[in-house]
């Protein structure tokens, strides 16, 4: 029988969520407006489940979730997820979504173009709306063309996609920043 627990912690862009059972990560969730929605939403989708303290492995993922969202350059490839119950076109969406390291964005076309057919950038648009793995696996890095924000399921959409990035320091579209019209001179000094 699996044991499947789950604990709300704390980040810079609210009160995230992390699902564990006996072979491992299961699930994440981004913050709600308040942790009791929070809990009926992980109720809903992971009945059974029961809060708990999380185990060391978990607390150790837990700690580099919230280091990644305080802006501390963090790499999250190497957690380990159970993607058992996750169907394999899904799985090798994220497995090219999670090599995209923090602060850096790829496009839905450009993924869709790395499984083989650019035609498949809505198919992997709606396989990154189902990402039972937020921010382990990084479909906020993932831009519509051009550098356009497409879709984002959590609470807040776009506005929390885009405040990601901003913390995680990705440059999300090609207009110049304030810091790129300085001589190069001036930027060393900032």
Not at 161 to 182: N, V
Request: glycine letters at 12%; hydrophobic letters at 40%.
């Amino acid at each position: 029988m699996t044991t499947t627990g789950f604990a709300l912690f704390d980040t810079e862009i609210g009160a995230c969520a992390i699902i564990w059972a006996d072979g491992g990560i299961i699930g994440m969730q981004l913050p709600e407006r308040r942790d009791e929605q929070a809990r009926a939403r992980l109720a809903k989708r992971y009945p059974g489940a029961s809060e708990a303290g999380p185990p060391p492995e978990i607390e150790s993922v837990i700690a580099e979730v919230q280091a990644l969202l305080r802006g501390e350059a963090r790499d999250l490839a190497g957690v380990s997820l159970d993607m058992d119950a996750v169907p394999e076109f899904e799985r090798k969406v994220y497995e090219i979504a999670r090599a995209i390291p923090p602060g850096r964005t790829m496009t839905y076309g450009e993924i869709a173009t790395r499984l083989g057919d650019k035609a498949l950038s809505r198919d992997v648009g709606a396989a990154l709306g189902r990402n039972p793995f937020p921010i382990v696996v990084p479909c906020h890095r993932v831009l519509g063309s051009s550098g356009k924000a497409g879709g984002f399921s959590a609470r807040g959409g776009v506005d929390t996609k885009m405040r990601m990035l901003q913390i995680e320091g990705a440059k999300t579209s090609d207009e110049p920043s304030l810091f790129d019209s300085l001589p190069v001179s001036a930027k060393k000094r900032n």
